[in-house]
Structures are given as structure tokens and as C-alpha cells.
């Protein structure tokens, strides 16, 4: 039976810009999936396609049982969807916006109150709930949107970037509250910039590059699949690095990453605590005096290197994509779009 979201072969184009060249995907009821990739990979235009945002040019997708394309009501009842960029009215309070929703989705009034209520609570809003949402900072309006997503506690969520621009508590907040969901038996999809939420929240990761899946499974898995363990160095003196690299290319099993600004180099070994003792020798022997030393496993940014041969990104999604609000809230017409500020 196929999972909760599922997707088979879907294609997607954007003039002579192939965003999605025949993804699969399969995500079981109650857990999470972390889709990771470079920009401009497909991450956000899968998505749009499984939230009814975007008609694919083939494939299938299905979304809590329902097929994507022949019932995109249906599955628009059946899911929440939290996009990269905060999609609330700004002229309505904090309040007033999640009471909307509720009411859209037919909640009788005073349901949609009590429900406001517990979501304001819950993402630490309530001191804020009656001041028009245009007051808010960037991160405010972020957990206020994720919120909205959450007004009538949908089986299926799909998060595009949901922590983007929130501070590491404000983010570690929001963790929590996925954890619960899924707890409670939520299925999620997440797309995320950030290699370490990938990481603690999903049970299963799919690489896409160029519009296409190119590795899944579990984060252990993918670890396993780059292999061996890593020596990081970091020297004291910058004019140090290229002696420290020539150092490590001679017991290294690949190429040495060099990050120039925190003079700290890496290299994939084998041989485990007894090699560590010989590059401590070998450096000591030519002079080179670091801060610090550590031998690890590999961890998700060495398998995105691995697999698309350069680190994950940080900006918004080119090829096509771009943020997309939640089709099943009004929207006013916004001026040009401001950046927003740092979280409070």
C-alpha cells in the first residue's frame, strides 16, 4: 500500500528548465521525510505539485488516499501546508488571522476562537495576538503562519523551509511541536536548508539534484554510504593551512576540505584513534600548532558533498520554484516584499 504521500514519475517543466524529471516518493503515515538539495534542485516545485499548487506535466501523486490531480479539493481538506515565506493578512491581528482560517474551514465560531487560542499559546504569541499581524517581526510571522497551517490539525503537513529566519530557540520550539505531530500521527514532508533539522526530525531522507532522487534513506544510512571518518584540524595561524593540508593529504583517504575563515581542515581516514595519534606527531614534528583535533563520522553536510559535489545552500530555490502561499487562504494584494526582520 502506498503511504500517506506518494508520488510516481513526476515531471515537471518550466520552458526549457526541467524542474522535476520523473521523482518518486513514498512517505508512510506518521512519519517524517526530509527532502534535501541544492537550490534549485525541485525541492519546492515537488511540493507546490503535491499540495495542488502546480499540475505536473506526468506522473501521479496521491495524498492521504486521495489522487492529487483528479480530487485537488479533497486534498486540499486534508492537508496543511506552511511555505518559505509567511503568508498572513497583515492588516488582521495575530488572532484574527487563525480565526479566519478555522472559520474557512467551517468551524463554528467559537470553536475557531478556542482553537486560536491554544495556537497562540502554544507558539508564543498569545502576548502579542491582538496587534495587527503587520507589527510583527519576521519570526513572529513565521510561527504565526505555522500556526495557521495547524488550525484544524491536518493528517498530512508538508513544510517547506519552515524554520528559516528563526533564532536556534525559536527553532528548537518548533521542533517540538513537529515531534508532537507526528507523535500524534501526522505524516510530514519537510524541505529544509538546514542539514542538522534533516537530521533530528526526519526517519527518512531523499537527495534531490536536478529534479531528480538521487539517494534515500535513513540519515545512518546515507552516513554509511559516504563510509570511513573524518579528521578535522583546526590550526592557530592561518599562513599554517597549506602545511597543515599537505599534512593530512599524506594520511587521508580523499581530498581535504579547507575552510579558510575558520582555519579548520577536514579529510576522510581510516584507522581510528591510533592515526589521530599520527597526524598529532606529524604536525607537532613540523611545527604546526593547532587549537583543536577530533576524529568523527561523517555527518549529512559530507554526504551532500558527496553526492552533489558541493555544500548545501542557503538562499531560496531558483529553476522555476519560488514561495508560494497556502491556496486555501484569501490573500491581499502586498506591496513589494520586505525583508523581514531578525526574530525578537
Request: hydrophobic share 40%; charged share 25%.
Amino acid at each position: 500500500m502506498p503511504g500517506a504521500i506518494y508520488a510516481e514519475g513526476l515531471v515537471k517543466t518550466f520552458g526549457d528548465v526541467r524542474a522535476l524529471d520523473g521523482v518518486d516518493l513514498d512517505v508512510p503515515e506518521g512519519t517524517v521525510l526530509g527532502l534535501l538539495g541544492p537550490n534549485g534542485a525541485g525541492k519546492t516545485t515537488a511540493v507546490r505539485c503535491l499540495t495542488t499548487l502546480l499540475t505536473p506535466d506526468s506522473g501521479k501523486a496521491v495524498v492521504a488516499g486521495v489522487d492529487v490531480l483528479k480530487h485537488p479539493n479533497e486534498v486540499r481538506r486534508s492537508i496543511g501546508l506552511s511555505g518559505q515565506f509567511a503568508a498572513v493578512d497583515e492588516y488582521l491581528t495575530g488572532r484574527e488571522n487563525l480565526q479566519m482560517v478555522g472559520q474557512l474551514y467551517q468551524m463554528k465560531a467559537k470553536e475557531a476562537k478556542v482553537r486560536a487560542a491554544e495556537l497562540l499559546d502554544r507558539f508564543h504569541l498569545a502576548d502579542a495576538a491582538d496587534r495587527p499581524s503587520k507589527t510583527y517581526s519576521g519570526g513572529m510571522r513565521r510561527r504565526l503562519d505555522l500556526a495557521a497551517a495547524l488550525v484544524v490539525s491536518p493528517p498530512v503537513m508538508f513544510m517547506d523551509e519552515p524554520t528559516t529566519g528563526l533564532d536556534p530557540r525559536n527553532r528548537q520550539q518548533l521542533w517540538e511541536v513537529i515531534q508532537e505531530l507526528v507523535a500524534g500521527g501526522t505524516t510530514l514532508l519537510l524541505t529544509t536548508q538546514y542539514l542538522e533539522e534533516a537530521d533530528h526530525l526526519a526517519h527518512d531522507i531523499c537527495v534531490v539534484d536536478h529534479g531528480r532522487v538521487i539517494a534515500r534513506g535513513t540519515s545512518d544510512q546515507l552516513k554509511a554510504q559516504t563510509g570511513g571518518e573524518r579528521v578535522e584540524v583546526v590550526v592557530h595561524d592561518p599562513d599554517h593551512i597549506a602545511a597543515a593540508a599537505e599534512v593530512l593529504r599524506g594520511f587521508g583517504k580523499g581530498e581535504v576540505a579547507v575552510a579558510r575563515h575558520t582555519r579548520k581542515l577536514t579529510v576522510p581516514v581510516t584507522g581510528g584513534a591510533k592515526l589521530l595519534a599520527e597526524v598529532i606527531r606529524e604536525l607537532d614534528t613540523r611545527g604546526i600548532e593547532i587549537d583543536d583535533i577530533g576524529l568523527r563520522r561523517p555527518t549529512l553536510d559530507d554526504v551532500f558533498i558527496s553526492l552533489t559535489g558541493h555544500v548545501a545552500e542557503q538562499q531560496a530555490e531558483g529553476n522555476g520554484e519560488s514561495a508560494e502561499t497556502d491556496p486555501r487562504r484569501p490573500q491581499r494584494p502586498q506591496g513589494p516584499q520586505r525583508k523581514e526582520e531578525a526574530d525578537q
